[in-house]
């Protein structure tokens, strides 16, 4: 956060300025959490100028929910939370193409877990979001949900509709799929 908004009076104050719809205090609003709420966009897009796009619709949805926030919590996770599904439904409204397999019925014993054996050090944070967004829509969907915004795989089963056993294979399938290209990547 800047300076200017260290103290929680200031903030409670441009907080309320939004509320009031000056636009002044919407600017510094958005200049402050900008990056923050770009990367959580980015992890869901599938380039820059996609992440653009789902940055504005969720500032748009933060302005016009703004009163629904209640003051109870950290307001950071709760613009992160409306930015994510944002931008989930972002992707629903322009992607015509979504997996939306059920896959409950899988044996994720079988599937085995992202290991950090050392390879995941050997690549920049850069890098990984480009992988991350190599993976198919709902497997990264869940992924970011569960791994970046701390869902659970109930949330995630209701906010995407579909049953908690496939949030698990999607999830186990993210992994999987990162730690492929991970390795790819190292290797080349």
Request: include cysteine.
């Amino acid at each position: 956060m800047d300076n200017n908004l260290n103290k929680k009076n200031d903030f409670t104050q441009l907080i309320a300025d939004c509320l009031s719809e000056k636009r002044q205090a919407q600017h510094q609003l958005f200049k402050t959490f900008y990056s923050k709420m770009f990367h959580v966009c980015y992890r869901y897009a599938s380039n820059y100028e996609e992440a653009q796009d789902m940055l504005n619709e969720g500032f748009m949805k933060i302005f016009a929910n703004l009163d629904k926030y209640k003051n109870t919590g950290s307001f950071e996770a709760w613009m992160k939370r409306v930015m994510a599904n944002s931008a989930l439904d972002y992707q629903r409204k322009h992607k015509s193409n979504i997996d939306t397999v059920d896959y409950d019925s899988v044996d994720t014993s079988t599937i085995t877990h992202f290991e950090e054996n050392g390879a995941i050090s050997k690549i920049s944070s850069d890098e990984l979001m480009q992988l991350i967004q190599k993976l198919p829509f709902m497997s990264r969907s869940v992924f970011n949900l569960y791994v970046f915004e701390d869902y659970t795989h109930a949330e995630i089963a209701e906010l995407l509709q579909m049953k908690e056993g496939t949030s698990h294979w999607h999830l186990n399938f993210a992994r999987n799929k990162l730690k492929q290209l991970i390795q790819l990547q190292i290797n080349n």
